[in-house]
């Protein structure tokens, strides 16, 4: 559909989640860089296997707790 000819409107999804915690699953950390660059936009953590997702959210409940 539209997403094909359509640009990705990252900043504006950026700014709507605001300071939040995220993760960027699958290869490469393009939406982590693009996060970085855009004040108050969410601290996105890239994971490129389902280990390393596994492995964010453990760390996450030790923080947490």
């Given at each position: 559909?539209?997403?094909?000819?359509?640009?990705?409107?990252?900043?504006?999804?950026?700014?709507?989640?605001?300071?939040?915690?995220?993760?960027?699953?699958?290869?490469?950390?393009?939406?982590?860089?693009?996060?970085?660059?855009?004040?108050?936009?969410?601290?996105?953590?890239?994971?490129?296997?389902w280990?390393?997702v596994?492995?964010?959210?453990?760390?996450?409940?030790?923080?947490?707790?």
């Open positions: 559909g539209w997403q094909l000819y359509s640009s990705v409107r990252w900043t504006d999804v950026m700014n709507v989640l605001g300071p939040v915690d995220a993760v960027e699953v699958g290869p490469g950390n393009v939406l982590q860089g693009i996060a970085r660059r855009i004040p108050n936009a969410a601290h996105v953590r890239s994971a490129g296997t280990t390393q596994q492995a964010l959210f453990e760390k996450k409940s030790v923080v947490s707790a």
